[in-house]
């Protein structure tokens, strides 16, 4: 089989799909690897360190032409989509319930279409392929680091000839793996962190980590399926802006996580939550996106400082901007699915496993994940992404 990595092309991404290392765990089963010329430059990864793992240095044409699978980070190009043709397959982070049309266009044109997004991501077996988790964890490093550097004043408690700072307090709303990654290194820079989230199950990990974890009277547990969060009611949403407030105003630095899968990110840091923050204050918004964030008046690649003197950042693609790191990780877990999805040196799809039943998006010319092909037919309803709602 020959697998392709492409060069990514969507704006500010700097990552790629297989690093080096890779190419020599690919070998044994029967995988060959293409590389198309200039892929890892972005993450500091160089042809030639390609060509000395074994990969052949190629052309996008010559991808399109001879590869059989081509591996991604994010969607493929237009020209990409243009090109690929049937019996060809694409493995990625492709957003298909984002963006279904994606991979109903690659279905016409026959192509495999396989999502890392789909992951049934608590069966151990499929851990290393979790790449959610590997890339959550690098944005939510990333955000503490970004936090810390647009705050005016220290994290840690300094004691010097100059007088003595006090530590930053931070909180960090949603301790999902992003928000626990973030509290643990807000921690190690040294400041005084709390961390809240709706699943309760969540507290016990926020104080393993030496944070301490704030309780609303107002929520109760909003666990839903999977260990994912469910979608609070407008009564309980509007209840948790109004406690959450409080303990906003007595943060210097909050960071915001939350998401409910095939949800608007929910809104957590209300105008008059902003407005009740100190000048100098700083919040990173981790769930801004074009349909409304965590946070009121972030957009994701922006930051504002608003009339008070609070900096907003809003987040965007984080793990790109450690594309070296993430690069390591990502190839690590579309590796070890590329391996599971092949036999003698072929894709086998099969969804009768557990593991391709999430990921396989579509196959045979058709979309075949049930939750996508859904979405491809509003008129028979399916869980759409809401528009804004607060
Ligand atoms: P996510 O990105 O879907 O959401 C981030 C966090 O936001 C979650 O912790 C969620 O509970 C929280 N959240 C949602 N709505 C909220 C609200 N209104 N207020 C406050 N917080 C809110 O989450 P994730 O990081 O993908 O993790 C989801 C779950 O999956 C977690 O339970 C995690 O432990 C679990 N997980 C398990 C495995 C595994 O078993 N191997 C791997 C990865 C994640």
Redesign the pocket.
């Known amino acids: 089989m020959k697998a392709a990595v492409v060069k990514e092309t969507s704006t500010g991404e700097r990552r790629v799909a297989l690093v080096p290392d890779a190419i020599a765990r690919l070998r044994p089963a029967g995988i060959d690897v293409m590389v198309e010329s200039g892929a890892g430059d972005g993450a500091w990864l160089a042809d030639s360190a390609y060509a000395d793992a074994g990969a052949s240095i190629v052309s996008a044409a010559e991808i399109y032409r001879n590869a059989d699978v081509l591996l991604t980070v994010t969607r493929p190009s237009p020209e990409a989509v243009s090109e690929l043709r049937e019996g060809q397959a694409v493995i990625g982070m492709l957003a298909p319930l984002a963006d279904p049309e994606l991979a109903a266009t690659l279905a016409a044109r026959g192509v495999t279409v396989i999502s890392l997004d789909g992951l049934p ?2 069966l ?1 077996r499929a ?1 290393p392929m ?1 790449a ?2 590997s890339q ?1 964890n690098v944005a939510g490093y990333k955000a503490a680091l970004v936090a810390a550097s647009e705050f005016a004043r220290f994290f840690p408690l300094l004691i010097t000839a100059a007088g003595t700072a006090r530590p930053a307090k931070v909180l960090v ?7 626990l990654q973030a509290i643990g290194t807000a921690r190690r820079l040294g400041a005084v962190v709390s961390g ?4 309760p ?2 507290k016990s ?1 926020v104080e393993s980590l030496g944070a301490a974890f704030v309780e609303l009277t107002s929520v109760s547990s ?1 666990a839903g399926d ?4 469910r979608e ?1 009611t407008a009564d309980e ?1 509007q209840a ?1 802006q109004e406690e959450l407030s409080g303990h906003i105003a007595r943060h210097d630095v909050v960071i915001t ?5 095939g949800r608007r990110p ?1 809104l ?1 840091v209300t105008e008059e939550a902003i407005k009740a923050m100190a000048p100098g204050s700083v919040i990173v918004d981790m769930g801004a996106s074009a349909l409304g964030g965590n946070v009121t008046g972030s957009h994701p690649g922006q930051t504002v400082v608003t009339g008070n003197g609070v900096t907003i950042v809003g987040a965007d693609n984080l793990p790109a901007t450690m594309p070296t790191a993430a690069s390591n990780a990502y190839s690590r877990n579309i590796s070890a699915l590329l391996l599971h999805l092949t036999r003698d040196g072929a894709l086998a799809i099969d969804t009768s496993d557990n593991i391709q039943a999430g990921v396989v998006i579509a196959h045979d010319g058709k979309v075949v994940h049930e939750a996508v092909a859904s979405l491809l037919q509003p008129a028979e309803g399916g869980p759409g992404v809401d528009g804004p709602s607060d």
């Open positions: 991501r608590t151990s851990q979790d959610l988790t959550s709303l949603g301790t999902g793996v992003a928000g809240y989230d709706v699943r199950t969540s990990e909003a999977g260990g994912y969060a609070l949403r948790q996580t939350a998401q409910v899968p929910p957590l």
